[in-house]
């Protein structure tokens, strides 16, 4: 069966996916099954599976089955945080002696948790510009390696891989194919329509969507390696609350909505924000994968659908100074770490989300700040960018 990944397809099952009402009471919106056990009948036959909430829980398992259902996926699998989800994936798929290809604009904990946790294990990881066919080629010509990690648009460089045209290349070499989708989100992008084997998700994000839970989540379509990861994920037990679950489902329900007024409002800064950049006014460069003079413009345009997210990232002409001036002088936009919520955020990746990376391979210019697009007045973001800049040109 294929999927149908219209805006009003996505749309409909983000609202009804795993949403019947409760048998017992009609309640429309699935309860909170707030319980750790279940009372079961007879010894060792839990109703219908449900024996403890480690394992399995009800609002969890409505989360599971909304969230496989927008990505038009056979599995989905919720953790207790983005990296959680990562730690599972990785530790499931990989042995001692095998070799990473890593994005080399990749989230700062996943760098950190190969590189301070797998790696001195005996897992290899080698960096790699992956938004460039020919330099995964010339990676591939030296090396093999078992999994290839692919995020796009990365963060916190915008940067845009071919899922379809990389996933390619590295099934031909054996690999396993993971997206981490977590910019995009189930609404933009399907990684698994255009050949990934896993799609990796912080649903702390865009899923959850308005900053008020800690979530993750690895979507996919391959049985054995769900079973894979539904086993470790028990056994090690890092597993999303009932209510974590239920916020998420909530959240989940306007991620199409949400997703278009953030792409929307994204555009129009991006493109106001380039036109202080030609105009010479304290910006060097902006990222953001809508803009035609984005490099990935085309990919994206391509492979992403309703939009290009509500993620930029600017660097400023005056270097790590006007940098950290402009990201502490909004109002609107909240000083903080995240993304993806409905209010807008402002960051210093070097010092914030990405300090983990600094002196690798993978660190971010000292000049980049990163700017998460909330669904607010358009007008009142570009306002108060205006005089963040302003203060920081000064
Ligand atoms: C792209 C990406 N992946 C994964 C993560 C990790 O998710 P979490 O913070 O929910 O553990 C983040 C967090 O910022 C992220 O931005």
Do not use: C
């Not at 080399?104 to 760098?111: E, I, K, L, Q, R």
């Not at 692919?150 to 997206?179: F, K, Q, Y």
């Not at 994000?205 to 470790?232: Q, T």
């Amino acid at each position: 069966m294929t999927t149908d990944f219209s805006q009003d397809a996505i749309a409909t099952r983000a609202i009804h996916a795993g949403q019947e009402p409760d048998p017992t009471t009609g309640a429309v919106v699935p309860p909170i099954y707030m319980t750790s056990t279940f009372k079961q009948p007879h010894v060792g036959q839990p109703v219908n599976g449900y024996d403890y909430s480690r394992s399995i829980n009800p609002t969890r398992n409505v989360f599971d089955e909304q969230l496989a259902a927008i990505e038009g996926a056979k599995h989905a699998l919720a953790f207790s945080s983005g990296l959680a989800a990562i730690d599972v994936l990785l530790r499931s798929v990989l042995r001692p002696g095998d070799r990473v290809m890593l994005g080399n604009d990749v989230y700062g904990g996943t760098y950190r948790l190969l590189s301070k946790v797998f790696v001195p294990w005996g897992v290899n990881i080698t960096t790699v510009d992956v938004s460039d066919l020919a330099a995964v080629n010339k990676a591939l010509n030296s090396e093999s390696f078992a999994l290839i990690w692919i995020e796009t648009p990365s963060n916190p460089l915008l940067a845009v891989t071919d899922i379809a045209a990389t996933a390619a290349i590295a099934h031909e070499h054996g690999m396993t194919v993971v997206v981490d989708n977590t910019f995009a989100s189930p609404a933009l992008q399907h990684p698994l329509e255009l050949g990934a084997d896993v799609v990796a998700y912080s649903t702390t994000k865009y899923i959850g969507g308005h900053s008020d839970v800690v979530g993750g989540a690895l979507v996919l379509n391959d049985d054995e390696l769900a079973e894979k990861f539904a086993f470790l994920q028990n056994s090690a037990g890092a597993v999303p609350s009932p209510f974590d679950s239920w916020i998420q489902i909530r959240g989940l329900k306007t991620l199409p909505l949400r997703m278009q007024r953030h792409s929307e409002n994204a555009l129009a800064i991006a493109r106001h924000l380039e036109e202080l950049k030609n105009k010479g006014e304290g910006i060097e460069q902006v990222w953001y994968p809508g803009l035609e003079s984005h490099p990935g413009h085309d990919i994206a345009a391509r492979q992403m659908h309703g939009g290009f997210g509500g993620m930029i990232s600017v660097q400023l002409s005056g270097g790590k100074a006007a940098a950290l001036k402009f990201a502490e002088s909004t109002r609107l936009f909240t000083l903080a770490e995240s993304l993806g919520g409905v209010e807008s955020l402002i960051e210093h990746p070097a010092a914030m989300t990405h300090a983990s990376v600094s002196g690798t391979s993978n660190e971010v210019p000292d000049n980049l700040v990163r700017i998460s697009v909330g669904i607010e007045d358009v007008n009142d973001l570009i306002a108060d960018l205006d005089q963040a800049l302003a203060a920081a040109t000064k």
